[in-house]
C-alpha cells in the first residue's frame, strides 16, 4: 500500500519496488528497522552486477541501509559493519556476494585503483559505495544512485534512481 506525500512515497506494502530502478523512487523511513526492510526488499530485485551509490552525510543510513541489502541476499545482517578502515568489507554465503566500500578517504585514481574497485566490478555481486560523491568520474553506466537525507532524529528520505535493467 502507498501512500502519497508532498513530493514522496511512504510505504508500507514494500512488493511495489520494481526490478528496473530508471526512473526516482523515493521512501520515506522512520526508523533505522525501516530503512533495512526498504533495503531488504530492494536486494530481492538484484541480479548481480549492480553499482549502488549512496550519498549522504554521517550517521545518515549508509551501513544501515547495507545491513537491510545483506539480510535481503540472505548473508546475516549482524557481520555487516562500516567499511571506514578497510575500504571495502566483503560479504559472501547469499544469493549474491555484497562488496561493502567507503571512499571516504579515496582522493586519486591511484587510490582507487588500489581499493580493487575495477576487479569488484567484474565478480558479478552487487558493490554498495558510501561517499560515492569522490569517485563520480569512475562509477559505470548504469550506477543506480541511493540519496538519503535526514528528516528528523531517525527519520529519513531515501531516493533511488538510475540504473537499467540487466
Request: aromatic content about 12%; some cysteine; charged content about 20%.
Given at each position: 500500500?502507498?501512500?502519497?506525500?508532498?513530493?514522496?512515497?511512504?510505504?508500507?506494502?514494500?512488493?511495489?519496488?520494481?526490478?528496473?530502478?530508471?526512473?526516482?523512487q523515493k521512501f520515506i523511513s522512520s526508523s533505522p528497522a525501516?530503512?533495512?526492510?526498504?533495503?531488504?526488499?530492494?536486494?530481492?530485485?538484484?541480479?548481480?552486477?549492480?553499482?549502488?551509490?549512496?550519498?549522504?552525510?554521517?550517521?545518515?543510513?549508509?551501513?544501515?541501509?547495507t545491513r537491510g541489502l545483506a539480510a535481503g541476499l540472505g548473508?546475516?545482517?549482524?557481520?555487516?559493519?562500516?567499511?571506514?578502515?578497510?575500504?571495502?568489507n566483503e560479504y559472501r554465503g547469499g544469493r549474491l556476494p555484497?562488496?561493502?566500500?567507503?571512499?571516504?578517504?579515496?582522493?586519486?585514481?591511484?587510490?582507487?585503483?588500489?581499493?580493487?574497485?575495477?576487479?569488484?566490478?567484474?565478480?558479478?555481486?552487487?558493490?554498495?559505495?558510501?561517499?560515492?560523491?569522490?569517485?563520480?568520474?569512475?562509477?559505470?553506466?548504469?550506477?543506480?544512485?541511493?540519496?538519503?537525507?535526514?528528516?528528523?532524529?531517525?527519520?529519513?528520505?531515501?531516493?533511488?534512481?538510475?540504473?537499467?535493467?540487466?
Amino acid at each position: 500500500m502507498w501512500t502519497r506525500t508532498v513530493r514522496s512515497w511512504v510505504c508500507s506494502d514494500f512488493s511495489q519496488i520494481k526490478r528496473s530502478v530508471t526512473n526516482l523512487q523515493k521512501f520515506i523511513s522512520s526508523s533505522p528497522a525501516e530503512t533495512e526492510q526498504i533495503a531488504a526488499e530492494f536486494a530481492k530485485t538484484l541480479r548481480g552486477g549492480e553499482v549502488l551509490a549512496f550519498r549522504g552525510g554521517l550517521g545518515m543510513g549508509k551501513t544501515c541501509f547495507t545491513r537491510g541489502l545483506a539480510a535481503g541476499l540472505g548473508i546475516d545482517p549482524a557481520e555487516v559493519s562500516s567499511p571506514t578502515f578497510a575500504l571495502v568489507n566483503e560479504y559472501r554465503g547469499g544469493r549474491l556476494p555484497l562488496w561493502h566500500f567507503d571512499m571516504y578517504r579515496v582522493e586519486s585514481f591511484d587510490a582507487l585503483y588500489s581499493t580493487g574497485f575495477f576487479d569488484y566490478l567484474d565478480l558479478g555481486g552487487v558493490l554498495a559505495l558510501e561517499w560515492s560523491e569522490n569517485i563520480d568520474g569512475a562509477l559505470p553506466e548504469g550506477t543506480i544512485y541511493i540519496t538519503f537525507e535526514r528528516l528528523g532524529d531517525e527519520s529519513r528520505s531515501i531516493t533511488i534512481e538510475g540504473g537499467a535493467g540487466k
